[in-house]
């Protein structure tokens, strides 16, 4: 596995800059019906916890107080916009530092440039949608497995890296199957270690959440909150 250089790290700060120049100068000028719904929520203060992306809409919040503190005059739909496109250039740059591992710096910069361009990533970036901090810790989570020392670091970072993508993203729940199949079999239990403690912090967050949202904490209650969306 190569060592990255001291100018490896002067490339990413370039290339996290263009990223977020072009997806700023290009951004979208119509949202979505859920961009929309989201940052609603997120100004009001109301219904700040869906189940299917439990801390996005509380993050955007955040994130606008952030930025009303700092004296920014913009409204939430922008400073949503902005926020996606902070962690999309941040996943940028995180692949391209990624790909500097087991590749050389023209195919890193060409997979980053790819998905940078991709139509797909480049709508969400713009948009005030839940899937692009949910696909930043993904890749975080992914580094660590193509870095994996079988370290308590490792197991800590990687921990906090997929009880982060789940919270943005439901769906990445599914992140376990690969996660056990990529370490190899002696390190197969720090695979479900691993699992069981991002497990622990997301059923935590979620009873969090339901007790604030004021919902019935028991089996039942939790099930109805957690799929809600789905029936």
């Known amino acids: ?4 250089s001291t100018n490896s790290k002067f490339s990413s700060i370039a290339l996290a800059l263009f990223s977020f120049t072009i997806l700023w100068l290009l951004r979208s000028q119509q949202l979505t019906g859920d961009s929309l719904w989201y940052a609603s929520d997120a100004l009001s203060g109301v219904n700040l916890f869906h189940p299917h992306h439990l801390i996005f809409i509380p993050t955007l919040r955040l994130f606008y107080l952030f930025i009303d503190l700092l004296g920014m005059d913009i409204s939430i739909l922008v400073a949503g916009q902005l926020l996606n496109m902070i962690f999309a250039s941040l996943t940028v740059t995180f692949l391209h530092r990624l790909l500097l591992r087991v590749s050389d710096n023209r195919t890193a910069l060409f997979a980053a440039f790819l998905l940078l361009i991709c139509n797909g990533f480049w709508t969400y970036s713009t948009q005030v949608e839940v899937y692009i901090p949910a696909l930043f810790f993904s890749l975080l989570l992914m580094t660590q497995l193509v870095l994996w020392k079988g370290t308590w670091v490792n197991i800590a970072a990687a ?12 769906s990445n729940v599914l992140l376990a199957a690969p996660l056990l199949f990529v370490l190899s079999k002696n390190q197969r239990l720090k695979g479900f270690v691993i699992i069981a403690m991002s497990g622990a912090i997301v059923f935590a967050s979620y009873i969090w959440a339901m007790r604030l949202e004021g919902h019935t904490l028991n089996i039942q209650g939790f099930m109805n909150f957690s799929l809600k969306y789905s029936v």
């Open 1 to 4: 596995m190569k060592v990255l």
């Open 159 to 170: 921990v906090f890296f997929f009880s982060m993508a789940v919270l943005f993203h439901q």
